[in-house]
């Protein structure tokens, strides 16, 4: 069966500091990789996706995320945060002829000044 | 703003009794997904309905049900609801399956007391 870790609950950057959010699957094939982010009494918004191809995709906010066979991670990256940043973020993994997403506990992000 | 809506917001009852959810998806998407938030359990996939069909059941309660009507609406039913049945609860949706990729609405936040 599928399963998504996010090892980090919680982490605080100051911003304008690089971000890193790490993010591990076990699925015996290549899964559809996705980050969403949560905000504050939000729904959750789609920032990027990997379904084949280029492991290095491009997402909203100037987010991007690699995808790493061998290590089984998605981790998702930003150069710089901002304060608007803040929020939880979650990783998910979908399969072929699944009809939905397992999700990771997620990891909150806290910007501090 | 996803396209998805989901009213009510806010949702406060009392225990034993029953409420309906309701999820409108984007135009044109003809899957509903319906996520359950908590503390405890985080995100987790309840039911998936395509096209009016129930296409796939998770992690829901025998005393939870839903439907999706030709409209392609959908409504979830909670019925006896106990305390550990406050939560989140997400409503998605997507254009097809199987690849997930999905877009949610704001939630409705059920309390029961």
């Known amino acids: 069966a599928q399963s998504v870790t996010q090892p980090d609950i919680h982490i605080t950057v100051s911003e304008g500091a690089s971000l890193e959010l790490r993010c591990n699957y076990s699925?015996?094939?290549?899964?559809?990789l996705f980050w969403y982010v949560q905000s504050p009494g939000q729904g959750l918004q789609l920032l990027l996706k990997?379904?084949?191809?280029?492991?290095l995709v491009q997402g909203i906010k100037g987010f991007e995320a690699e995808f790493k066979r061998s290590q089984s991670s998605f981790n998702l990256r930003k150069p710089s945060v901002h304060w608007s940043d803040a929020a939880e973020y979650f990783c998910?993994?979908?399969?072929?002829?699944?009809?939905?997403?397992?999700f990771g506990t997620g990891t909150r992000l806290t910007v501090i000044p | 703003d996803s396209g998805v809506t989901q009213t009510p917001k806010h949702l406060i009852t009392a225990t034993g009794q029953r409420v309906t959810l309701r999820c409108s998806p984007r135009?044109?998407?003809?899957?509903v997904y319906w996520y359950q938030q908590s503390l405890d359990q985080g995100l987790q996939f309840l039911i998936h309905?395509?096209?009016?069909?129930?296409?796939a059941k998770g992690n829901i309660l025998e005393r939870f049900s839903a439907q999706q009507f030709p409209d392609l609406h959908s409504e979830l039913n909670l019925s006896s609801l106990e305390l550990g049945d406050s939560a989140l609860y997400f409503c998605?949706?997507?254009?097809?399956?199987?690849?997930?990729?999905?877009?949610f609405g704001q939630g409705t936040r059920l309390t029961v007391v």
């Open positions: 998910a993994v979908g399969r072929t002829g699944a009809n939905n997403l397992f």
């Open positions: 699925y015996g094939a290549t899964p559809y």
């Open positions: 990997y379904f084949s191809g280029d492991t």
């Open positions: 135009s044109g998407d003809l899957s």
């Open positions: 309905y395509y096209n009016g069909e129930e296409r």
């Open positions: 998605a949706s997507s254009v097809g399956e199987p690849r997930g990729e999905a877009f």
